[in-house]
């Protein structure tokens, strides 16, 4: 009989330690034994929830806050990228978008089975491609993707009443005490918090697994 491991994860797709962080989980997931079913469940958080629709330049951000060159922090979270087989070059998409629709696509994609997936897509077209994901038509393109009618992504994006349940989610996320993203929930009892080493993954994993 199949042991059924539901994992929640809190991302956003703007920001690249979550692209690590997601590519690690799916690599300890594609390590399970084949009489586990996973079940991954993504929850919007806003890596900085005052963006405006437009963005902001990141290494002008970076530079004011820290004083320092932004290629400096970049190239720690670019190496662990290359370690999970990622190409990462953070100067090539230099602005930071409001994520709020991109949330929103992907929490109503459950029904689908496929939020995760989707999430991804978005984070890798935003970070690898260097596209527009504050456009609608780009999120549009992607979506399609994944089963959705474009015409339904575009109302759905733009919903007044959609967008307010994904900003309340993801004030809560932060009320629950969720600081930082990437954040994930193995079964219901084990967190992880962090784009941690690939060891730990697998070892948060296992000990769920056991106790199915």
Known sequence: ????????????????????????????????????????????????????????????MLRAKYGRDPSEMWARVEGEAKKAGMDLDLSKQPRMFNTAKAHTITRLSKPNGNQHELANAIAE??????RQINDDNVLADIAVQFGWDRGDVLDAINDEHELSITAQLATSAAEQGIRGVPFFVFGEKYA????????????????????L
């Not at 992880?192 to 106790?211: H, M, N, Y």
């Open 192 to 211: 992880l918090s962090g784009a941690q080493p690939d060891d730990v993954f697998k070892q948060a994993l296992d000990k769920t697994i056991s106790e």
């Open 125 to 130: 077209a935003y970070f690898l491609e260097h």
């Open 1 to 60: 009989m199949a042991k059924l491991l539901k994992i929640d994860v809190f991302t956003d797709v703007v920001c690249p330690w979550c692209l690590v962080g997601s590519a690690r989980l799916d690599q300890a997931i594609a390590g399970l034994p084949e009489d586990v079913e996973v079940v991954v469940e993504n929850h919007p958080f806003y890596l900085d929830p005052s963006v405006p629709p437009e963005g902001v330049d990141v290494g002008e």
